[in-house]
C-alpha cells in the first residue's frame, strides 16, 4: 500500500498525519427521488431532488431556483458559515443547514449525487435524518465501475480549543464517540455515545435524532426574526429539567446521538472518504469544520 505523509505546525510541534490507502467502488442512487418541506430558517416551502450523478461528479447541490442553476460542491472549501448550522456556497449561492442530509449520504456511502433545491436551505422534516434515509431507500444504493480511494489514517489528528476538542485515531472502520456536557442544564448534563458508522446503524440509532435547542436560544432566535420554520415539529427544546419534545425523546441520549449526526455530516465535507475513530468531546459545527479542514489538508498535501 502507498504512504502518504502531510506535515503541519502547531505550538512549535510538529503534527505529523501518515495515510494508506484502499479502494472501493463508487456509488451513486439507482433513480431519482424527491422531498418536499418547510425549511427552518425561512419558513418556506423548499423541494429537493436527489438526481445520480456520473462517477467523480462527487455530492454538488444545485440551486434551481437561481439563474443558471448554480452548482455548490460539498467541499470543506465551500464552508462559508458555521454559526448553528453549517452553510456551504458564497454571498450570492449557498445552501443553509447542509449536515443533515450529508450525514445520511455519507451512513450510505454516497459518492456521486445531485441535490437540486429550489430555495436558500433544506426541508428541515423532524429535524432529524430519517427523511432523507427513507428517500435513499427509496431509490436505491446504485455500485459504479469506478474505484475511490479511502484513506485509513495511522497517526492522530487532533484540534483543540479550550474545552472543546477532537481527535481522529487510527481505527478499522469508522467510528465516533460523542461526549456532551451542558452542567448548568438539569435535562442535560452529560451524555455519551459511540457507534460505527454504517448504513444500518446510522439508520437504526443516529438518523432519527432530532436537533435541539435550549430554551433561552430558542427565545433570542425569534426575537430576531429567524427560524421561522421552526418548531416542536421539528426540534428538541429545553429548559432548565424540563424537555419538549413531540411523541417524547426517541432515546434517552438523543441529544448526544444528535451531535454524532452533525459530526458526521460536517465531516462528510471532506471529499476524500477516511476511515479512523473520532473521539469528540462537546464539539458543534465550527469545531468540526476545523477538524475537517485539517483532515483534508492533510491528505491533499499527501497524495
Not at 72 to 88: G, K, L, M, Q, W
Request: proline share 4%.
Amino acid at each position: 500500500m502507498l504512504s502518504l505523509y502531510g506535515i503541519e505546525r502547531k505550538n512549535s510541534r510538529m503534527l505529523v498525519a501518515n495515510f494508506t490507502k484502499t479502494y472501493r467502488k463508487q456509488k451513486t442512487l439507482a433513480k431519482p427521488v424527491s422531498l418536499s418541506g418547510i425549511g427552518v430558517h425561512t419558513g418556506q416551502e423548499v423541494t429537493m431532488n436527489f438526481v445520480p450523478a456520473k462517477e467523480n461528479a462527487g455530492i454538488v447541490f444545485r440551486r434551481i431556483d437561481l439563474p443558471g442553476h448554480p452548482e455548490i460542491p460539498a467541499n470543506v472549501e465551500n464552508v462559508c458559515d458555521t454559526s448553528r448550522s453549517t452553510t456551504i456556497g458564497s454571498a450570492n449561492k449557498f445552501i443553509h443547514q447542509v449536515e443533515h442530509v450529508l450525514a445520511a449520504l455519507k451512513a450510505y456511502d454516497i459518492d456521486n449525487l445531485f441535490i437540486d433545491v429550489s430555495n436558500i436551505e433544506l426541508p428541515i422534516g423532524d429535524g432529524s435524518s430519517a427523511a432523507f434515509v427513507k428517500m435513499i431507500e427509496e431509490a436505491g444504493v446504485k455500485e459504479q465501475d469506478k474505484d475511490i480511494s479511502v484513506y485509513k489514517i495511522l497517526e492522530p489528528i487532533y484540534w483543540s480549543e479550550k474545552d472543546i476538542h477532537l481527535v481522529l485515531l487510527p481505527y478499522d472502520g469508522y467510528r465516533i464517540s460523542y461526549t456532551l456536557n451542558y452542567p448548568e442544564t438539569k435535562a442535560l448534563k452529560s451524555q455519551y455515545h459511540s457507534v460505527l458508522i454504517n448504513s444500518e446503524n446510522f439508520k437504526s440509532e443516529i438518523a432519527p435524532c432530532r436537533t435541539f435547542s435550549l430554551y433561552k436560544e430558542v427565545s433570542m432566535l425569534m426575537d430576531k426574526g429567524l427560524i421561522k420554520g421552526g418548531s416542536l415539529d421539528n426540534a428538541v427544546i429545553i429548559q432548565d429539567d424540563v424537555i419538549f419534545s413531540k411523541n417524547g425523546l426517541h432515546f434517552p441520549d438523543e441529544m448526544a446521538r444528535h451531535k454524532i449526526l452533525d459530526l458526521i455530516g460536517d465531516l462528510s465535507l471532506v471529499p476524500m472518504p477516511f476511515e479512523g475513530h473520532v473521539i469528540s468531546i462537546r464539539s458543534g459545527h465550527s469545531s468540526n469544520f476545523q477538524l475537517a479542514k485539517k483532515i483534508f489538508n492533510l491528505i491533499k498535501n499527501g497524495d
